[in-house]
């Protein structure tokens, strides 16, 4: 469910991304989508790595699907709760 949920608010943000600024405008919003999108559909595969990220640090634990996902939904509502900010702080 949580997939076709992402989906749709993805979709929704891609189509009023084209509407008000173009191709353009719709490609940048699909590339910043991809990692929020990423992370609630794939939680469990990245949260089970470990090894190598950079030279310093690796990982060397599990992370929880539910924290991937939940730092994808934070991050796919961003948009969203700022724009809801914004209007009202604008009336």
């Known amino acids: 469910m949580g997939k076709i949920i992402s989906a749709a608010i993805a979709a929704c943000y891609i189509v009023l991304a084209y509407s008000a600024g173009g191709a353009k405008m ?3 919003i699909f590339a910043f989508l ?22 310093a640090a690796p990982l060397t634990n599990k992370t929880p699907a539910f924290l991937i996902a939940f730092v994808g939904w934070v991050v796919l ?15």
Not at 36 to 48: H, M, Q
């Open 26 to 28: 719709a490609f940048k």
């Open 34 to 55: 991809i990692i929020p999108i990423g992370f609630i559909w794939f939680s469990e595969a990245i949260g089970n790595y470990t090894g190598p990220v950079t030279r």
């Open 77 to 91: 509502l961003l948009p969203a709760i700022i724009g809801l900010f914004l209007s009202f702080r604008l009336k």
